[in-house]
């Protein structure tokens, strides 16, 4: 047997796949999977089906010169005809129309078929021990395929080091030691074993650090530098090994008294393999804390089941023991001061004219799953009323609102609006940076800005949405079920007196926090002194309110608005990367009014603030106002 194929003899067949050497990650190729009968044969309308994991090129069959196209072959003692055709998107479905298989046959699948003209498949971005192209046989032609008991496997291994992710405090205190995260990863952002010397320095940030550093062995490690308080700009920390040509800039730290609080940064929507992700929760929340460096996380899995999902005889719903499971594995990641982790799920409405999917969090470490294909909370009104009767807190968040939408609100639970993810930004119609891929459930949906319009108080965040379980990712797109999506992986950051499960939920129940697309981009809003998320109060329609912004970008900043109602109030085009501004409105007001601020870079990253709305406790006056 040829090195390069691994074989399992079965009385139903052999599977094998030739190369079987480890790829890299995101690395073109062509694989020859082959089946071949073994005693049973295969009789006429039987044949085969062959998985493609998530991750891989999805297989196309009609387009020779796309990436991932797939062809067949079969080599027979008799005279057979058969079809081929993409049965659930991911299975190479090969059935015999007419004649039979006998022992020895083969079902060749050449998958990257470079020889159709094709530029090959690509590996998955995400490395992955032994990944299983799961192989199904019916020999009987009456529809009934089983698994083979081992299917053909390719390891997918991380690339060279190509750059350091390196991680600071958005918020650090001048004299004393400030932590720095070190990762070497490959084009991917995976982490790879590294050996060499890196440098450590304040970056464009002259005399930022007064301490440095080197270490001759990597993998990740923390570096404790000290950060002066006369620094001139924002501290960027840069890391370099020169030798190798290899280097990493820290996302933006400024003095932490001016803002008074710790801002954390984190990724709340994203799925694993337990609905319709890629790696296990375990994985996932593991990327988060180790790689990505985030501050606190929630793994948000369909309460129904995907149909990509590759489980067998998969239920329509999460079952109770995935949830229990579910459960567990977020409480095990929960370690206050270090890493806070939310328990969640996203709830994932597509009944008909009822559409929507909702996130939902919850505060406490036990919480019921209360699925939308169960008849009892198959709206989202019936969630809500759910919710009540549970007595516990909790946050339902829309998700791709402007996509597809109903639009039931409650107050006290939707508190918050995902105005981001790998979807595009729901902030308004026919935004520059609005949806690139609408799906089959279109039904025209809400916006931000018509959430604002119709009354409802909710603050902002984003997330990823992101299928290839690497939550906080940057630089990078979900490549696997979704196609090539336009948009980065977003974030959620938030100002919180510290890093507990409660202190995070509470941030994001008042709406201390904004969202990126992201960059860890830093932006402080306040009205007369107040948060964002707040709800103040002003005596009179005539009563000026005095409006702050502090920002600061990952890079030069093209643009900073004000939006009052909803409409565009003020705009700043801010020279550099640092922004501040105090403004006065004395327009007047009449009743309820809202403020939220936009950022935008030249690179294209954006952030928006959770809103701040004022009220008028003065009901004797008889002024029209600017609402």
Request: proline share 5%; with cysteine.
């Given at each position: 047997m040829n090195a390069n194929t691994k074989a399992v003899h079965l009385s139903t067949g052999t599977a094998t796949v030739t190369p079987s050497h480890p790829v890299d990650v995101d690395t073109p190729g062509s694989w020859d999977f082959v089946y071949s009968a073994g005693v049973e044969g295969v009789q006429a309308r039987g044949g085969i089906r062959l998985y493609v994991p998530p991750g891989w090129s999805v297989p196309k069959l009609d387009d020779p010169g796309a990436v991932g196209y797939t062809s067949v072959s079969v080599d027979s003692q008799n005279a057979v005809s058969y079809r081929v055709y993409l049965y659930s998107g991911r299975w190479i479905a090969v059935e015999l129309e007419v004649g039979s298989l006998a022992e020895g046959d083969r079902i060749i699948v050449h998958y990257g078929d470079p020889l159709k003209g094709s530029s090959?498949?690509?590996?998955?971005?995400?490395p992955t021990d032994a990944s299983e192209f799961t192989l199904l046989v019916d020999t009987t032609g009456y529809f009934n395929y089983t698994k083979l008991p081992e299917s053909p496997t390719i390891d997918v291994r991380p690339g060279p080091p190509y750059r350091f992710h390196v991680y600071v405090p958005s918020l650090y205190t001048p004299g004393q030691?400030?932590?720095?995260?070190?990762?070497?990863?490959?084009?991917?952002?995976?982490?790879?074993?590294?050996?060499?010397?890196?440098?450590?320095?304040?970056?464009?940030?002259?005399?930022?650090?007064?301490?440095?550093?080197?270490?001759?062995?990597?993998?990740?490690?923390?570096?404790?530098?000290?950060?002066?308080?006369?620094?001139?700009?924002?501290?960027?920390?840069?890391?370099s090994d020169k030798e190798r040509y290899i280097e990493g800039l820290s996302n933006p730290s400024i003095p932490a008294e001016r803002t008074g609080s710790h801002l954390y940064w984190g990724e709340i929507h994203g799925h694993?393999?337990?609905?319709?992700?890629?790696?296990?929760?375990?994985?996932?929340?593991?990327?988060?804390?180790?790689?990505?460096?985030?501050?606190?996380?929630?793994?948000?899995?369909?309460?129904?089941?995907?149909?990509?999902?590759?489980?067998?005889?998969?239920?329509?719903?999460?079952?109770?023991?995935?949830?229990?499971?579910?459960?567990?594995?977020?409480?095990?990641?929960?370690?206050?001061?270090?890493?806070?982790?939310?328990?969640?799920?996203?709830?994932?409405?597509?009944?008909?004219?009822?559409?929507?999917?909702?996130?939902?969090?919850?505060?406490?470490?036990?919480?019921?799953?209360?699925r939308c294909w169960d008849?009892?909370?198959?709206?989202?009104?019936?969630?809500?009323?759910?919710?009540?009767?549970?007595?516990?807190?909790?946050?339902?968040?829309?998700?791709?609102?402007?996509?597809?939408?109903?639009?039931?609100?409650?107050?006290?639970?939707?508190?918050?609006?995902?105005?981001?993810?790998?979807?595009?930004?729901?902030?308004?119609?026919?935004?520059?940076?609005?949806?690139?891929?609408?799906?089959?459930?279109?039904?025209?949906?809400?916006?931000?800005?018509?959430m604002l319009a119709r009354g409802y108080r909710v603050g902002v965040v984003a997330g990823g949405d992101n299928h290839d379980s690497v939550p906080g990712i940057r630089q990078a797109t979900d490549l696997w079920r979704k196609g090539r999506m336009a948009q980065h992986p977003g974030l959620v950051a938030l100002y919180a007196p510290d890093l507990?499960?409660?202190?995070?939920?509470?941030?994001?129940?008042?709406?201390?926090?904004?969202?990126?697309?992201?960059?860890?981009?830093?932006?402080?809003?306040?009205?007369?002194?107040?948060?964002?998320?707040?709800?103040?109060?002003?005596?009179g329609a005539r009563e000026a309110r005095t409006i702050e912004i502090t920002c600061v970008g990952t890079t030069e900043i093209l643009a900073v608005d004000v939006f009052r109602n909803g409409e565009h109030y003020r705009s700043f085009k801010p020279a550099g990367s640092s922004f501040a501004e105090t403004i006065t409105d004395e327009d007047p007001i009449l009743g309820d009014c809202s403020y939220y601020v936009r950022l935008v870079q030249e690179d294209g990253h954006r952030a928006w603030s959770s809103p701040i709305w004022v009220d008028i406790n003065d009901n004797s006056h008889n002024e029209r106002g600017t609402r």
């Open positions: 090959g498949a690509l590996s998955p971005r995400v030691k400030t932590a720095v995260f070190v990762q070497a990863v490959d084009r991917r952002s995976n982490p790879v074993a590294y050996q060499g010397t890196i440098e450590v320095d304040g970056g464009d940030s002259a005399g930022a650090i007064k301490t440095a550093c080197e270490t001759t062995e990597l993998r990740s490690t923390m570096v404790d530098v000290e950060l002066a308080g006369e620094c001139p700009s924002p501290v960027s920390i840069r890391v694993s393999s337990e609905s319709d992700g890629c790696k296990s929760p375990e994985f996932y929340y593991q990327y988060a804390r180790d790689v990505s460096h985030l501050d606190f996380c929630a793994l948000t899995d369909h309460d129904s089941v995907g149909s990509n999902s590759n489980v067998e005889e998969h239920s329509k719903m999460m079952t109770d023991e995935t949830w229990e499971r579910i459960k567990r594995i977020t409480n095990e990641f929960n370690s206050p001061g270090q890493f806070a982790t939310l328990l969640a799920f996203e709830y994932t409405q597509t009944e008909v004219e009822v559409v929507g999917h909702r996130n939902v969090y919850f505060r406490g470490s036990d919480a019921p799953l209360l008849s009892r909370y198959n709206t989202p009104t019936k969630l809500f009323c759910a919710l009540e009767d549970y007595g516990q807190p909790a946050i339902v968040i829309p998700h791709h609102s402007l996509n597809f939408m109903s639009p039931e609100h409650h107050p006290h639970f939707q508190r918050l609006f995902e105005i981001y993810s790998v979807w595009g930004t729901s902030e308004t119609r026919g935004d520059d940076c609005a949806f690139s891929h609408p799906t089959k459930y279109h039904r025209g949906g809400v916006s931000f800005r018509e507990t499960r409660e202190s995070i939920f509470d941030a994001l129940w008042n709406r201390r926090c904004y969202g990126t697309t992201g960059e860890r981009i830093i932006l402080d809003f306040r009205i007369d002194a107040q948060p964002m998320g707040s709800e103040i109060t002003v005596t």
